[in-house]
């Protein structure tokens, strides 16, 4: 109980049963791209997303260091 709290759903397969566990799960999967090519395609196309993501929030100037 409570792991979901630190689970990602990384896409939605279009098997019935994955959009079931994500439900149950609580959990919205943040690409849904349709695809059937077996378990943890989904997560290995996601995980360059999360990379680039936390290097734009690491890297990037904050807007009031161009005010000044």
């Not at 077996?38 to 009031?64: C, H, N, S, V, Y």
Request: aromatic share 6%; charged share 20%.
């Amino acid at each position: 109980p409570g792991s979901s709290r630190v689970m990602i759903a990384a896409s939605l397969s279009p098997e019935p049963s994955h959009s079931i566990c994500l439900k149950a799960l609580d959990l919205d999967p943040y690409l849904d791209w349709q695809m059937r090519l077996g378990e943890g395609t989904g997560a290995l196309l996601f995980a360059p997303l999360l990379d680039a993501a936390a290097a734009i929030l690491r890297e990037m100037a904050e807007l009031q260091s161009f005010l000044r």
